[in-house]
């Protein structure tokens, strides 16, 4: 069983001390015993420890910073919400696909923002723009909040406040199973609560450092059964031998854990996998025995944002497995939703 998540270092921003919650993990940290040091900007950390590019890329892992957010201009986060809201960034998985590979790229260590309320209170101002409209705010773009959440309660103070709301909804994706200090969370059916869930063999080859797929299914009951609107993410979609099986037992797995009450109101989001040239140097660089298929001439290319185009596999490919995987969803969760397929 994968244990929650303690830094091995921990770096405060001076203004950090003037928030709650900045003290409060302060002296936290402290009782644990946990080395602290000051930082001058949590964009700007130097002499991380490490002989080698490869020993500091994984301390920065396990490296959490404790700073205050200034930029309250929320991004995008088209399909999946209308904003990014910004709790987090960094991640202490080694998802050896992942997009924050090249987005974080000299700086993978985690950080953590203390100014909770004025992020809070922006996200109240894009609410109030969109009114009556519902604005859902996605709290996983560049983090995985749950994985450090146990330690923060940010995200729990988010649920509690997007409960209250009107027109706002809450959503966010984890790959880690540490979610019963958030079973209790007054919710009020605003916070969609997901997991990312996929073959055995992907999670076995390509997601070191994040919680088993059984775990992550047996924290989704929890969920479910606290009343909170379930979804899964199956991504990245990965090609391999026997793939068919291994998502099609993915999907048995979940129906045997889900009750019957709570499948009216799931949804499903399916990615593809897919990568840039510039995250496949860092993926060689950084995960150099990775078994991830990178093989550009296997691909056909997507054009992307910024002129950065995508390898994503070719279009019968695509129409395979979206055939197969909605032909198991709907076996198992003929009421669900699929909210996209890329």
Same mark, same amino acid.
């Not at 929650?4 to 936290?28: M, R, S």
């Not at 990312?196 to 997601?207: Q, R």
């Not at 088993?212 to 991504?235: Q, T």
């Given at each position: 069983?994968?244990?929650?998540?303690?830094? +091995?270092?921990?770096?405060?921003? !001076? $203004?950090?001390?003037?928030?709650?919650?900045g003290k409060e993990l302060k002296d936290k940290f402290e009782n644990m015993g946990i080395e602290i040091r000051t930082t001058t900007s949590h964009n700007q950390i130097r002499n991380l420890p490490g002989d080698n590019d490869f020993q500091k890329y994984r301390i920065a892992k396990s490296t959490l910073v404790v700073g205050v957010r200034k930029t309250l201009?929320?991004?995008?986060?088209? !399909?999946?919400?209308?904003?990014?809201?910004?709790?987090?960034?960094?991640?202490?998985?080694?998802?050896?696909?992942?997009?924050?590979?090249?987005?974080?790229?000299?700086?993978? &260590?985690?950080?953590?923002?203390?100014?909770?309320?004025?992020?809070?209170?922006?996200?109240?101002?894009?609410?109030?723009?969109?009114?009556?409209?519902?604005?859902?705010?996605?709290?996983?773009?560049?983090?995985?909040?749950?994985?450090?959440?146990?330690?923060?309660?940010?995200?729990?103070?988010?649920?509690?406040?997007?409960? +209250?709301?009107?027109?706002?909804?809450?959503?966010?994706?984890?790959?880690?199973?540490?979610?019963?200090?958030?079973? *209790?969370?007054?919710?009020?059916?605003?916070?969609?609560?997901?997991?990312? =869930?996929?073959? *055995?063999?992907?999670?076995?080859?390509?997601?070191?450092?994040?919680? !088993?797929?059984?775990?992550?299914?047996?924290?989704?009951?929890?969920?479910?059964?606290?009343?909170?609107?379930?979804?899964?993410? =199956?991504?990245?979609? &990965?090609?391999?031998?026997?793939?068919?099986?291994?998502?099609?037992?993915?999907?048995?797995?979940?129906?045997?854990?889900?009750? +019957?009450?709570?499948?009216?109101?799931?949804?499903?989001?399916?990615?593809?996998?897919?990568? $840039?040239?510039?995250?496949?140097? =860092?993926?060689?660089?950084?995960?150099?025995?990775?078994?991830?298929?990178?093989d550009e001439a296997k691909r056909r290319v997507k054009w992307g944002k910024y002129g950065i185009n995508k390898f994503i596999y070719q279009k019968d490919e695509e129409e395979e497995m979206k055939e197969q995987l909605y032909r198991s969803m709907e076996k198992f969760f003929p009421k669900a939703k699929i909210e996209y397929f890329t």
């Amino acid at each position: 069983m994968r244990k929650p998540f303690i830094p +091995q270092l921990v770096y405060f921003e !001076p $203004t950090a001390l003037d928030y709650p919650l900045g003290k409060e993990l302060k002296d936290k940290f402290e009782n644990m015993g946990i080395e602290i040091r000051t930082t001058t900007s949590h964009n700007q950390i130097r002499n991380l420890p490490g002989d080698n590019d490869f020993q500091k890329y994984r301390i920065a892992k396990s490296t959490l910073v404790v700073g205050v957010r200034k930029t309250l201009k929320f991004d995008t986060s088209k !399909p999946s919400a209308e904003y990014a809201i910004p709790f987090a960034t960094g991640c202490m998985g080694h998802c050896h696909y992942c997009y924050l590979q090249t987005t974080m790229g000299s700086k993978p &260590y985690i950080r953590t923002y203390v100014n909770v309320e004025e992020i809070l209170e922006q996200a109240d101002k894009y609410m109030a723009e969109r009114a009556p409209e519902i604005t859902r705010f996605e709290a996983s773009c560049t983090s995985d909040i749950v994985g450090i959440d146990h330690l923060t309660h940010t995200l729990k103070r988010a649920i509690e406040h997007f409960g +209250q709301t009107e027109y706002g909804h809450l959503r966010f994706v984890t790959k880690f199973h540490h979610v019963d200090h958030l079973l *209790d969370a007054k919710h009020n059916g605003k916070t969609r609560f997901r997991f990312s =869930v996929n073959a *055995d063999y992907v999670i076995k080859h390509f997601e070191p450092g994040t919680s !088993p797929l059984a775990s992550r299914i047996e924290a989704a009951g929890k969920v479910a059964r606290a009343g909170y609107p379930l979804g899964f993410i =199956v991504a990245p979609i &990965y090609l391999h031998e026997g793939w068919q099986e291994g998502y099609h037992h993915m999907f048995e797995r979940l129906d045997a854990e889900l009750p +019957q009450d709570v499948r009216d109101d799931i949804t499903f989001e399916f990615i593809q996998h897919r990568f $840039t040239r510039p995250a496949k140097k =860092v993926i060689e660089k950084n995960y150099p025995m990775t078994k991830l298929e990178l093989d550009e001439a296997k691909r056909r290319v997507k054009w992307g944002k910024y002129g950065i185009n995508k390898f994503i596999y070719q279009k019968d490919e695509e129409e395979e497995m979206k055939e197969q995987l909605y032909r198991s969803m709907e076996k198992f969760f003929p009421k669900a939703k699929i909210e996209y397929f890329t």
